[in-house]
Each structure stands twice: as C-alpha cells, then as structure tokens.
C-alpha cells in the first residue's frame, strides 16, 4: 500500500516566521490531504489538493504529483497555528496518514 | 447537520465490556470511514463504508471489532471484550463521493479509555 512520508517531525518558530512542511508519498494518488489537528484532537482540513497549488490566507499548498511530494508553507506563523500538521494520501482508498509534524509557534 | 458529529465525546468501561461508538455524517456524504488514532500517531484507517455495505474492511485489527451502517447514513463502530489496547481515539470520516475524492472530513473523535 501506499507509504506516506513527512519531515520534519518537530518544528519550533519564532512568531512571524515562515516554514515549509513536506510531505513524500510512494505511489500515484488522487487523494492528498492536509490537516491540521488542534490541540483538542479535532482534524481541521486545510487543503484537499492531489495536485497543482491552492492558498488560504497565510497557508498555500503545491503537490508534484509525478514527483510524489506534496509542501505545505506556513507565511507569518502564529501562536494559534500550533498543533500538528498531517499529510494524508490515497488512491480511491481510504486515506494513508503521515506520522505528522509537530509544530510550536513561540510568542 | 454542518458537519460529522460522534458520540459518545468521551467513554471509559472496564476490560471485557462492549462498547458502541457512534457517526452521523455530513448529510448526503455516501462514503463514510472510520480510523483510529493512538497517541503519538496518525490516525490509521479501520473500515470504509460506500452506502449500506462495508466496501473495504481490512483495517479491523480482529473479529472483535464491527461496523455497521443499516440505512446509509448514521454508523455504528462495535467492540466486543475490549482489552486495553483498544484505548484510543476512534474518529470517523466522510465525503461526497466514493474513494475520498474531493476530500473527507472529520469529526471531533470519541476517546476510548479501557480500564
């Protein structure tokens, strides 16, 4: 099955800092996902984008789907944007999650 | 409603009881999933459901544990004789279309602690 891959595993920024999250993924998917899990446990969806390059306000996303990789940059970061981050990927089955990337924006 | 409610939020029984957890998805979503999460970890898929019937169940770690989804929409997930190890928290997921395509979307979760 599909293997999903996401560096780094810990990320601590300065508030105002911008970062990248990447996310490798080994097979050809037309599902990829990220999400945001908040500290109270909820999956908040942040982008559905199996390929190309999509933005919300401060967080932008691009998949290379013949590259298998997908980046999730954070502009601006903010204390609320801590939590952890997951990639999720599949092709027409059920989503495969990366081990996440714990992010801590320090004031 | 706006979105997938769960319930219980919370449940704790005793090692060896039954347990039923329950998904009421966004409506007209047809697929329905449900995962897993352990602490420390990505949630890990458990059953996928298109419609009445279960189309994919190869993430049910033993016979123990059931689903089901009589009239298409609001599931079931069931544990018989739980045991510690089942402590977690069990989310469940829903799209529009078959396979996940155009997302899914998540729950709150119902944390399962086994005693």
């Known amino acids: 099955g599909i293997q999903v891959e996401q560096s780094p595993p810990d990320l601590i920024l300065q508030e105002g800092a911008n970062s990248t999250l990447r996310c490798n993924f080994s097979?050809?998917?037309?599902?990829l996902q990220w999400f945001h899990q908040n500290p109270w446990g909820q999956l908040i969806n942040l982008f559905y984008i199996p390929s190309g390059t999509k933005q919300n306000g401060r967080l932008s996303a691009t998949t290379v789907a013949t590259e298998r990789y997908s980046l999730l940059y954070i502009s601006s970061s903010q204390t609320t944007d801590s939590g952890v981050y997951f990639c999720a990927a599949g092709r027409n089955t059920p989503l495969v999650f990366g081990k996440g990337t714990r992010l801590s924006v320090i004031a | 409603g706006a979105g997938v409610s769960q319930t219980p939020s919370n449940k704790v029984t005793e090692k060896g009881k039954y347990v039923e957890l329950r998904c009421d998805p966004i409506s007209g979503h047809t697929a329905l999933y449900w995962y897993r999460q352990s602490l420390g970890q990505g949630p890990e898929f458990l059953i996928y459901f298109q419609g009445t019937g279960a189309a994919d169940d190869s993430g049910l770690p033993n016979d123990r544990f059931f689903a089901v989804r009589p009239e298409g929409s609001v599931s079931t997930l069931k544990i018989q004789r739980t045991e510690r190890g089942d402590s977690a928290v069990y989310l469940c997921a829903s799209s529009l279309l078959a396979g996940g395509q155009m997302g899914q979307f998540f729950g709150p979760g119902t944390r399962l602690t086994v005693l």
């Open positions: 097979d050809s998917v037309n599902n």
